[in-house]
């Protein structure tokens, strides 16, 4: 872990497969697994593109995993879609 892509998009994914696993141990799944692999494949990619040089690419994709993960998968809601 030498770069800055390395620690965010370690940052990242961790914070996914934490979601993940948090989801995975609810008693109704609200996702499936493969609702992970666009930001996961997203990270791998963009943390690629950042080490080559191409910065702009990089950080653009990393902006779509953010949103990807935030309009898709909705960390921030609660587990009980009629609680307030």
Excluded at 26 to 37: A, I, N, P, Q, W
Excluded at 67 to 75: D, G, Q, T
Aim: proline share 5%; aromatic share 12%.
């Amino acid at each position: 872990m030498e770069t800055v892509y390395d620690w965010v998009t370690v940052g990242i994914f961790v914070g996914l497969a934490v979601l993940f696993l948090q989801r995975s141990s609810e008693d109704e799944s609200r996702d499936k697994v493969h609702h992970y692999l666009p930001p996961a494949v997203g990270c791998a990619v963009a943390n690629y593109l950042g080490n080559e040089g191409y910065m702009l690419v990089s950080v653009a994709l990393l902006v779509g995993v953010l949103a990807y993960i935030n309009f898709v998968l909705k960390p921030f809601t609660a587990s009980d879609p009629g609680a307030s």
